[in-house]
């Protein structure tokens, strides 16, 4: 523990051997001595139509002294990248002591799980900070061709294999979370100072301001006041904004959520090579009772990431032969002879996930200047869809046009009400692909359960026609609109595969009836390929292809079981294979 009277510090991010070496920031507080940053003001005027308004100035140049915010998450990181174009200095302030590699913390217990980075999250990353893709690629994160090279199942529909011409980027949450934390260190105005935790909001005499925030910074048990022009909390969904609100005399935000108690239970393992047949990932959505699901995703260092799911209170096991046996309940046939012949490379970690939160930040009409609530702490959706990074990175792709047209002026409103449109839409497909499990109970809202119901055709048609699965790739990475589905041409290719389905399931249903064999190099209307469609020989296969209970033909077959079961011990935190990587 340092002296209370030491000086207080600041995170580095030069302790990254494999990688370049990049600028320190050095520490900047409210009382220091403002730094000459005119060399690297952003000028740029122009005149552009914004909401209502018939004209309004645009402009990146800087329109505070020192913005503060509250979180070194990645709402909170790219809160930072944006806010250094405007304000003087920016300071991000982090409870977590933040980890000079790829480790996890536990600010992010989700962060020892499958993550996915949604295509308009990436594009987005890549916008804010230029090179980014290439340098997460050098450093070992996986790309992949979508769909090609992904296998994606959902409700036992598995999106049909083709080439989106789209590169997706595949990696571990603190690896991806490390590049983009070492990028808002090298940027010359933003300091990030861990090991502190922020307290009380400072406000004017009038509370119609937010002026500053209380910040404890616990490895120099000091206590100071940091003046701030806009404090930014992005401090997760326990965010405790609402009970500042309530204290300055505000309302607090309406709340919406749906109660979805989800377990996830993760390990990274590693597999032969190119035993999953070229597939970089493969997830498994929920079809049957009891709810579970599966993903497992190629990252970086060689590895792949595990990840068992339980809805509704299915758990799977923390134990390394019931983890196993619980994939083999879900995994086809050569996923899970890929994962037996696997290592087990880390131990079982556990995530709970109770319910969605929406915050209705956007319908307060009374809030103060100088304040935003972003990333989980305005919206927190179920971890399945993998949207929480890339709704965060909308969140500040649309701080940064706020900022740009009109300043600070009004923020809030404008902020909250821009970003709502965005947020309905990743909400939309949360609750209605949570609808459609086989445990969820009726949803209240009719128009919900009519899109709940119209969900089934549409997974029909996608797991048959590339033009339907490319468009329902394109919603779920956030590139386009739910209403994509309802174009012309696509509606006419739902219809169309879903008539070609119908009548192959009655003509299968009659030859059996008849007892008539086809011959299996017949084309099927079920699948262009000619072969049944995916959902039934890979899923259904997988829930009777159980693992023995025994090992003793030995063989590589047995080397993930005798692996875990030699280092297992009850109560202890690493299960790693001996020898294994780590």
């Known amino acids: 523990m340092r002296h209370p009277s030491a000086p207080t510090t600041t995170w580095s991010p030069n302790h990254h051997p494999p990688l370049p070496p990049v600028a320190t920031t050095t520490a900047c507080h409210s009382t220091e001595t403002e730094t000459n940053l005119s060399d690297s003001l952003i000028l740029c005027r122009s005149v552009r139509a914004v909401d209502n308004d018939v004209e309004s100035e645009s402009f990146m140049a800087r329109i505070g002294e020192h913005a503060v915010v509250l979180g070194a998450g990645m709402g909170g990181l790219l809160a930072a990248r944006v806010l250094s174009e ?27 799980h499958v993550h996915g980075l949604l295509p308009r999250g990436k594009d987005i990353l890549e916008t804010l900070f230029p090179g980014f893709e290439a340098e997460l690629l050098a450093a070992g994160a996986v790309g992949c061709d979508a769909l090609a090279e992904i296998r994606f199942q959902i409700a036992g529909h598995t999106l049909k294999k083709h080439s989106t011409g789209y590169r997706a980027l595949q990696a571990s949450r603190p690896h991806l979370e490390r590049h983009v934390r070492r990028r808002v260190a090298a940027i010359a105005n933003v300091t990030l100072r861990d090991l502190c935790e922020a307290s009380a909001l400072e406000t004017g005499d009038d509370r119609a301001r937010i002026t500053g925030v209380t910040v404890t910074d616990r490895r120099a048990r000091t206590r100071e006041l940091l003046a701030a022009d806009l404090v930014v909390a992005s401090m997760g969904r326990g965010s405790v904004v609402p009970s500042w609100l309530e204290k300055l005399g505000y309302p607090r935000p309406e709340e919406e959520g749906t109660a979805i108690d989800i377990v996830y239970r993760s390990a990274f393992i590693g597999l032969p090579p190119e035993s999953l047949s070229g597939d970089k990932s493969v997830t498994i959505g929920v079809r049957d009772l009891p709810p579970r699901a599966l993903a497992l995703f190629a990252v970086e260092d060689d590895r792949h990431l595990l990840t068992l799911i339980g809805h509704g209170g299915e758990e799977p096991p923390a134990d390394p032969d019931g983890f196993l046996d619980y994939a083999a309940e879900l995994a086809p046939p050569e996923i899970l002879t890929a994962v037996e012949r696997g290592e087990l490379l880390s131990e079982v970690a556990t995530f709970r996930y109770k319910a969605n939160l929406r915050r209705r930040y956007d319908r307060l009409t009374d809030f103060p200047d100088g304040l935003l609530a972003v990333g989980d702490s305005l919206c927190s959706f179920s971890p399945v869809y993998g949207q929480g990074m890339t709704v965060s990175a909308i969140q500040m792709s649309i701080l940064r046009e706020c900022l740009t047209r009109r300043g600070d002026r009004d923020l809030a409103r404008r902020f909250y009400r821009a970003v ?4 309905d839409n990743a909400w939309l497909l949360t609750v209605i692909a949570d609808g459609a499990m086989p445990h969820a109970t009726a949803h209240p809202a009719p128009h919900i359960r009519a899109a709940i119901t119209a969900l089934e055709p549409v997974l029909v048609a996608a797991e048959r026609d590339t033009v339907v699965a490319s468009t329902l790739f394109r919603i779920m990475g ?4 739910p209403t994509a589905v309802l174009r012309p041409d696509v509606l006419a290719r739902i219809a169309l595969a879903n008539v070609r389905a119908a009548t192959g399931t009655t003509l299968a249903a009659i030859t059996s009836l008849l007892g008539i064999r086809t011959p299996h190099t017949a084309m099927s209307v079920d699948s262009p390929t000619g072969r049944k469609p995916s959902h039934d020989t890979d899923h259904t296969n997988a829930r009777h292809h159980r693992r023995p209970d025994s090992c003793d033909g030995g063989g590589d077959r047995c080397r993930f079981r005798r692996a875990v079961r030699g280092n297992h011990v009850a109560g202890q935190e690493d299960h790693r294979f001996r020898g294994a990587r780590t």
Do not use: C, H, N
């Open 86 to 112: 405007f304000y003087s200095r920016v300071t991000v302030i982090e409870r977590d002591e933040l980890p000079v590699d790829g480790q996890a913390r536990k600010g992010v217990p989700q962060g020892r």
């Open 478 to 481: 956030l590139t386009a609109a």
């Open 420 to 423: 709502a449109p965005e947020i």
